[in-house]
């Protein structure tokens, strides 16, 4: 059974810093990218970073390039999403998700086979 499990999430004042954890289970992480997607009140979840399997290559929504950054440790099944410089408007819960398929749309929520019950994250302005 895979299990996707989020910590690290929290209340923050604007500007500061936090770190997220996803620990995998029941799968091998080198075998799926991995992705970070956020979810604010009344709003669609939006995608925030993806890592490919390896982690050399990344990928960002614009609204996070420049103050997030996603890694991963494949030998702990773990990926990791620190958050830098942090806003009122980041305020959501985080998720992250697992893909198995090698050619997929990383930015698609639906492209992902498996999903984290998610860690919310407060910014206080």
């Known amino acids: 059974q895979v299990q996707l499990v989020e910590s690290g999430g929290g209340l923050v004042q604007a500007g500061g810093s936090l770190r997220l954890s996803c620990a995998a289970s029941?799968?091998?992480?080198?075998?799926?990218?991995m992705g970070w997607f956020r979810q604010a009140p009344g709003k669609d979840r939006e995608f925030v970073a993806a890592s490919r399997r390896s982690g050399e290559v990344t990928y960002y929504a614009d609204s996070v390039k420049g103050r997030f950054t996603i890694s991963r440790d494949n030998a702990k099944n773990t990926v990791y999403l620190q958050m830098n410089s942090l806003r009122f408007e980041d305020t959501a819960v985080y998720f992250c998700a697992a893909a198995g398929r090698v050619y997929y749309d990383k930015y698609n929520r639906y492209s992902y086979d498996y999903w984290g019950q998610g860690t919310q994250v407060t910014v206080s302005s």
């Open positions: 029941g799968l091998t992480s080198s075998s799926y990218d």
